[in-house]
T-cell receptor, first 115, second 110 residues
């Protein structure tokens, strides 16, 4: 069974640009979550999608958005990039109930550098 | 924001020794999970303990949970060099999301 796939793995952008990151969950998993990891703030929850609907949202500005498609694949978008957006962005998938009842399966992450 | 602190921040031991790391959290929880992360890579789930459980084992891992003290500990017995990684506790308490601790960096030397 293939794991969670995130693309691209590495990318470099400049301030003011926007970026789209993609996540393909494990087959059969319908819940997809996104987390940001930085040295200063650690691991922080961005949002969670289930059946194409955002089910939970973390405390991030509106520049951070996401969506989920009918095949459960998810994308997240960051607009008007700032230097502080440099981070490892992790996607996780899980069965229907997600973290409340079971483990999350994480991808290898997309490392974003903003110059 | 992060749920709480992990202690110690860094731990260096010899292969074969046991490693213990502690996690404290702030609010009521549904469950507490432990994850491992190898240098800048994805997180790997290790073990989940529910709020009504006090202890759980999985292979060389032993997790305890004390909800009255809002704390948990992870014990790795007979450590190996391959256990070198960062370890994070994470809680769920409402909403389908994980709130992570600050992590413990474990180094197991040969």
């Amino acid at each position: 069974k293939a794991g969670v796939t995130q693309t691209p793995r590495y990318l470099i952008k400049t301030r003011g640009q926007q970026v789209t990151l993609s996540c393909s969950p494990i087959s059969g998993h319908r819940s997809v979550s996104w987390y940001q990891q930085t040295p200063g703030q650690g691991l922080q929850f961005l949002f969670e999608y289930f059946s194409e609907t955002q089910r939970n949202k973390g405390n991030f500005p509106g520049r951070f958005s996401g969506r989920q498609f009918s095949n459960s694949r998810s994308e997240m978008n960051v607009s008007t990039l700032e230097l502080g957006d440099s981070a490892l962005y992790l996607c996780a998938s899980s069965l229907e109930q997600g973290a409340n009842t079971g483990e999350l399966f994480f991808g290898e992450g997309s490392r974003l550098t903003v110059l | 924001s992060q749920q709480g602190e992990e202690d110690p921040q860094a731990l260096s031991i010899q292969e074969g020794e046991n490693a213990t790391m502690n996690c404290s959290y702030k609010t009521s929880i549904n469950n507490l999970q432990w994850y491992r992360q190898n240098s800048g890579r994805g997180l790997v789930h290790l073990i989940l303990i529910r709020s009504n459980e006090r202890e759980k084992h999985s292979g060389r891992l032993r997790v305890t949970l004390d909800t009255s003290k809002k704390s948990s500990s992870l014990l790795i017995t007979a450590s190996r060099a391959a256990d070198t990684a960062s370890y994070f506790c994470a809680t769920t308490g409402g909403g389908n999301k994980l709130t992570f601790g600050t992590g413990t960096q474990l180094k197991v030397e040969l």
